[in-house]
């Protein structure tokens, strides 16, 4: 059966942790559901891995909306959270109600997710929730707060810290499902956990989070940079990069392809991807 967003609400009370990866096309997207993945996030991250901006504040909800319809396409048993873009939700709770509505009604999605848990953030949550809309908080460091915040961890002060815990305490009582804690100290992110009763999903946040997500990219090895908290499993940077030069190498030299190794009656069932 598909993952809904109780069943993430009990396997925190069981204590069987949560697997997140990002999303943002077919391919990936039917791979990594396949493999098992419980949440796949169509994040805003795809502004800068897939779209080559410098921050995510460039993306647009169209954009969005385009790889979110890819990627629920391929998805048989994950649940799709989608990001809402900058701007598209933090004018007022009525903004963030249509682009929300927009993602629910045109990807097939199951929800969304949006940054902040300050007071009128909660609110808009409040309403979202309200209107049956199903959200995933998320606090500590917020990329679309780059130029205010940077990339640094958060939450190191006591002051800081409090607040976070506030925000976290704020958007469950505002009806979130879940709450991603982005690069906040292990300690806080386990304090944070042991308070909510709804799921934390770290992303370097230490372990004692509820469940981890990583963006995909990341995991295989085919960021040009990797963020500290990261790990790759694989390197398919170097992997494709060979390919393809072991490829240029075999047509230069007229290996590639050999008629001997053409195959000239290929069924239906073989047919090529049109290029």
């Not at 607040?163 to 804690?181: D, K, N, Y």
Request: charged share 15%.
């Amino acid at each position: 059966m598909a993952v809904t967003t109780h069943q993430l609400i009990q396997w925190k009370q069981q204590g069987r942790r949560i697997v997140a990866l990002t999303g943002y096309d077919y391919a990936i997207a039917q791979l990594i559901d396949q493999a098992g993945t419980d949440i796949i996030l169509v994040g805003d991250s795809l502004a800068m891995t897939v779209l080559g901006y410098e921050t995510t504040l460039p993306l647009t909800l169209d954009e969005m909306l385009h790889h979110a319809k890819a990627v629920r396409r391929a998805v048989k048993q994950a649940l799709v959270v989608v990001d809402l873009p900058f701007l598209t939700y933090q004018e007022s709770p009525q903004q963030a109600m249509h682009s929300a509505g927009r993602v629910l009604k045109e990807t097939g999605a199951q929800a969304v997710k949006l940054e902040g848990g300050y007071p009128a953030m909660a609110a808009t949550v409040s309403q979202l929730t309200s209107a049956g809309i199903p959200v995933m908080g998320h606090v500590g460091l917020t990329p679309q707060s780059v130029h205010q915040l940077g990339y640094k961890k958060q939450g190191k002060t006591a002051e800081s810290a409090d607040r976070i815990l506030a925000e976290s305490i704020a958007l469950q009582e505002a009806g979130a499902f879940a709450i991603v804690l982005e690069h906040i100290p292990p300690d806080l992110a386990a304090q944070i956990t042991q308070k909510l009763t709804i799921p934390t999903i770290g992303i370097g946040a230490g372990p004692d989070c509820d469940g981890q997500v990583l963006v995909t990219s990341d995991l295989l090895g085919l960021s040009e940079k990797q963020p500290p908290f990261a790990k790759s499993y694989v390197n398919l940077r170097a992997t494709i990069t060979q390919a393809v030069q072991d490829y240029s190498l075999e047509v230069r030299e007229s290996k590639f392809p050999k008629s001997s190794t053409i195959n000239r009656t290929d069924s239906p069932s073989s047919k090529p991807n049109a290029t």
